[in-house]
Structure formats: structure tokens, C-alpha cells
T-cell receptor
Framework: DTAVSQTPKYLVTQMGNDKSIKCEQNLGHDTMYWYKQDSKKFLKIMFSYNNKELIINETVPNRFSPKSPDKAHLNLHINSLELGDSAVYFC??????????????FGPGTRLLVL | KQEVTQIPAALSVPEGENLVLNCSFTDSAIYNLQWFRQDPGKGLTSLLLIQSSQREQTSGRLNASLDKSSGRSTLYIAASQPGDSATYLCAVIQYGGSQGNLIFGKGTKLSVKP
């Protein structure tokens, strides 16, 4: 069984479009994350979220918004896509409360290409 | 601001060699340090997690050490195999960081040649 899954795996779209990436975890974790891996393969946190708090990395444009319909899902919505948004986006999860000390489990990534 | 550096950026070794990957971080106030493996076009797989109170962790042929005071960690791979070829990423969670956000290095790309 897949622990953290993301859809779609690949996403090619035009500049200016709005798109969503879905993430689901079946680990019973309470904290979920979104990371961005740029063309230089550098991974950087975008958001972390549990049922109490959303923490946004200050460098993330407000065109990006995470939405959590329930504890097992944290979807990423992106408005007005720009060329620089092209990257691989990874979802991750860990146990709540002790998030600082727990292993994070990553999804397979969504490769976004903005044309 | 925490910065994580990994040296070397790339490493090529013949099969069977023992090797060491290095990770350094600028702020020693961390909760833990994690080593990940990333295969081309794939997600990240957690290899080892070392809590700040620990000095090392072992899993099979992998051994990770942590020296918080000097801001260093090493990942030792014994008897390397071609299947070990991947990018290895080091990441820390810092005190004061929110919700356990990982701060990553840029990785070491390892190639083990048969």
C-alpha cells in the first residue's frame, strides 16, 4: 500500500492557468507538508499543516494555497501559473505534536511544467 | 539562518568500496537530522533519523553519525553496490522551526560502478 500518494504524477500546463495537485496519506499522520524541488534539485519547505495550524514559508507567493478537506489530505492549489513555478512538488507527512522528532514520509512527487 | 551543506556534490566509486558522505549545518540547535535517498524521477525515501541526543544510527550497511557541537553528520555506506546509486540528501529540523519543517542540503549524487 502506498503511504503518501500524489496526483497527478506529471502536469503540463500553460502560463496563467490554475491547477491543483492532490496529496493523500494513509499513515494516520496529523501533520502534512508541501515541498518544492527546483531545477537545481534544491528542496525547500512551502507549507506545513495540521488540524490546528497552517505555517506558510514567507517566500511562497500567495498564488499558492494549501487546502485540507480532511486529516488525510492536503491539496495544493496554484493560481495564475508562471514559468518559474515549474518544479517537482513533494508532499510529506509525519505524526503530530512530536513532528520535530518524527520521520517524514514523502510522496513520489508531481512534476509540473509550465509552458 | 540555518544552512545545510553536503560535500561532495557528486561521487563515483567502484562496487564494493566503503564510502562516506558528509553533511554540515551552521546552527547546532536542531531537533534531529535525517538522511534521505532520492532515485531519479522518484520521491524521497527516509534512510536514517538521528535525534539530537543521539550520536549515531545504523540500518544494515548504513551508519549515520551526528556531532551537533561541530555541526556535522556523516553517512557511511559499507560494501557499496550498484543499487546504492542515487542522490543522498541530508536534512535537519531546527529548534524554533515550525511544525518540523525539514531544511535540506543540495545532496550528493552517488554512482556505484559494477
Amino acid at each position: 500500500d502506498t503511504a503518501v500518494s500524489q496526483t497527478p504524477k506529471y502536469l503540463v500546463t500553460q502560463m496563467g492557468n490554475d491547477k491543483s495537485i492532490k496529496c493523500e496519506q494513509n499513515l494516520g499522520h496529523d501533520t502534512m507538508y508541501w515541498y518544492k524541488q527546483d531545477s537545481k534539485k534544491f528542496l525547500k519547505i512551502m507549507f506545513s499543516y495540521n488540524n490546528k495550524e497552517l505555517i506558510i514559508n514567507e517566500t511562497v507567493p500567495n498564488r499558492f494555497s494549501p487546502k485540507s478537506p480532511d486529516k488525510a489530505h492536503l491539496n495544493l492549489h496554484i493560481n495564475s501559473l508562471e514559468l518559474g513555478d515549474s518544479a517537482v512538488y513533494f508532499c510529506a507527512s509525519s505524526r503530530a505534536g512530536t513532528g520535530q522528532k518524527e520521520t517524514q514520509y514523502f510522496g513520489p512527487g508531481t512534476r509540473l511544467l509550465v509552458l | 539562518k540555518q544552512e545545510v551543506t553536503q560535500i561532495p556534490a557528486a561521487l563515483s566509486v567502484p562496487e564494493g568500496e566503503n564510502l562516506v558522505l558528509n553533511c554540515s549545518f551552521t546552527d547546532s540547535a536542531i531537533y534531529n537530522l535525517q538522511w534521505f535517498r532520492q532515485d531519479p524521477g522518484k520521491g524521497l525515501t527516509s534512510l536514517l533519523l538521528i535525534q539530537s541526543s543521539q550520536r549515531e544510527q545504523t540500518s544494515g550497511r548504513l551508519n549515520a553519525s551526528l556531532d551537533k557541537s561541530s555541526g556535522r553528520s556523516t553517512l557511511y555506506i559499507a560494501a557499496s553496490q550498484p543499487g546504492d546509486s542515487a542522490t543522498y540528501l541530508c536534512a535537519v529540523i531546527q529548534y524554533g522551526g515550525s511544525q518540523g519543517n525539514l531544511i535540506f542540503g543540495k545532496g550528493t549524487k552517488l554512482s556505484v560502478k559494477p
